[in-house]
T-cell receptor, first 114, second 117 residues
Framework: EAAVTQSPRSKVAVTGGKVTLSCHQTNNHDYMYWYRQDTGHGLRLIHYSYVADSTEKGDIPDGYKASRPSQENFSLILELASLSQTAVYFC?????????????FGPGTRLLVL | GDSVTQTEGQVTVSESKSLIINCTYS????????LFWYVRYPGEGLQLLLKVITAGQKGSSRGFEATYNKETTSFHLQKASVQESDSAVYYC??????????????FGEGTQVTVIS
């Protein structure tokens, strides 16, 4: 079974502070994703990466940075956290395009910005 | 852009009764999307329930079924007899494998299913 872990599982941050969410996968997958979910909405793509040391913008990248230092690790960085970034964040991984397209998700990180 | 719509935000159903969750999609590409149902149990991440990549085909898993209908652009999820353990949030999603680099999933809003005894 594919494994994606996230840390922390929950966090309270102050407005204007820096937040780093971490994701680790043991699937040997090329692709990794960060999504956010707001109450009453589906998951939306923030950033993704298909190779180490490279990241790409998703549909809602404003206010977020991403880092992929290795194939296994993918971080989401909020340099200046804002109230509107309160949400649940999910990381996912998948094999490369053209192969198995199932995405495997982590358990999520619940972020509350005060 | 692509979109997925789930009309029911919350559904409550009695144990052993049938369940249907509606899902419709819109894809901007002329190619047909791959369609998925994901489920999120309390305290866990999303996990794949079933997927169908060919229009007209049916997918099934754990007693759930969904048929890919390209005429009505729908992918409704059904189960004939639910159990309390089916209580979860269900997400309909699509992906396009027609080019581009992301391979992203486009999700519906999710449907919270609560099964009562």
């Amino acid at each position: 079974e594919a494994a994606v872990t996230q840390s922390p599982r929950s966090k309270v941050a102050v407005t204007g502070g820096k937040v780093t969410l971490s994701c680790h996968q043991t699937n040997n997958h090329d692709y990794m994703y960060w999504y956010r979910q707001d109450t009453g909405h589906g998951l939306r793509l923030i950033h993704y990466s298909y190779v180490a040391d490279s990241t790409e913008k998703g549909d809602i990248p404003d206010g977020y940075k991403a880092s992929r230092p290795s194939q296994e690790n993918f971080s989401l960085i909020l340099e200046l956290a804002s109230l509107s970034q309160t949400a649940v964040y999910f990381c996912a991984s998948r094999a490369g395009l053209g192969g198995e397209d199932t995405q495997y998700f982590g358990p999520g990180t619940r972020l509350l910005v005060l | 852009g692509d979109s997925v719509t789930q009309t029911e935000g919350q559904v409550t159903v009695s144990e052993s009764k049938s369940l249907i969750i509606n899902c419709t999609y819109s894809a901007t590409s002329i190619a047909y999307p791959n369609l998925f149902w994901y489920v999120r149990y309390p305290g866990e991440g999303l996990q794949l329930l079933l997927k169908v990549i060919t229009a007209g085909q049916k997918g099934s898993s754990r007693g759930f079924e969904a048929t890919y209908n390209k005429e009505t652009t729908s992918f409704h999820l059904q189960k004939a007899s639910v159990q309390e353990s089916d209580s979860a949030v269900y997400y309909c999603a699509l992906s396009m494998n027609t080019g581009g680099l992301s391979g992203k999933l486009t999700f519906g809003e999710g449907t919270q299913v609560t099964v009562i005894s």
